[in-house]
């Protein structure tokens, strides 16, 4: 994996990752404080992971029509 990240090609589509999908993350932890889940199993879990994402995409949605 190292020797793929260091070619051209590997570091270009590397880079993609930070305009597309670190950011959602960055802000899903530090902008709504979402850092750990509050219920046990993976239904549960997968649950509470949609609420987020529902809500960040409202807020997204508010930012953006606003």
């Known amino acids: 994996m190292k020797h793929r990240l260091q070619t ?3 570091k270009k589509i590397y880079a993609l990752r930070k305009s597309m999908i670190e950011p959602v993350f960055g802000v899903i932890k530090h902008v709504m404080g979402f850092r750990q889940f509050m219920l046990r199993g993976f239904e549960k879990a997968q649950g509470e992971w949609n609420l987020i ?3 960040y995409n409202l807020k997204r949605l508010h930012v953006i029509t606003a």
């Open 8 to 10: 051209n090609e590997g």
């Open 53 to 55: 994402c529902i809500a």
